[in-house]
Nanobody, 121 residues
Framework: VQLQASGGGLVQAGGSLRLSCAASGRTYSSSAVGWFRQAPGKEREFVATINWNGGSTYYVDSVKGRFTISRDNAKNTVYLQMNSLKPEDTAVYYC???????????????WGQGTQVTVSS
């Protein structure tokens, strides 16, 4: 499975962005997918995860109610809709795929290259 994250950019606080994680590989539709982020000088942190059919999602507390993870298996793509963005959301965002999703990065076998999200105050 190869993953390609896109959709990052510069946005003002309160704005929105939608990240996409497009994949190649026939096992993607049966994989859980997670989004992680890493801010400068900080460790990579879990953001959200979705199971293989989109029936189960989980978010870190800091993004609940603002971010929504979804997937379209027909398009081999997972999305992260980010609303009400805050400066503290600034980071490189990575998508990852694995057999079982969780908040733990070691659960994922495949990683995308990351996309930069910058939120100005």
């Amino acid at each position: 499975v190869q993953l390609q994250a896109s959709g990052g950019g510069l946005v003002q606080a309160g704005g929105s962005l939608r990240l996409s994680c497009a994949a190649s590989g026939r096992t993607y539709s049966s994989s859980a997918v997670g989004w992680f982020r890493q801010a400068p000088g900080k460790e990579r942190e879990f953001v959200a995860t979705i199971n293989w059919n989109g029936g189960s999602t989980y978010y870190v507390d800091s993004v609940k109610g603002r971010f929504t993870i979804s997937r379209d298996n027909a398009k081999n793509t997972v999305y992260l809709q980010m609303n009400s963005l805050k400066p503290e959301d600034t980071a490189v965002y990575y998508c990852a795929a694995g057999f079982s999703g969780s908040y733990y990065s070691g659960s994922y076998d495949y990683w995308g290259q990351g996309t930069q999200v910058t939120v100005s105050s």
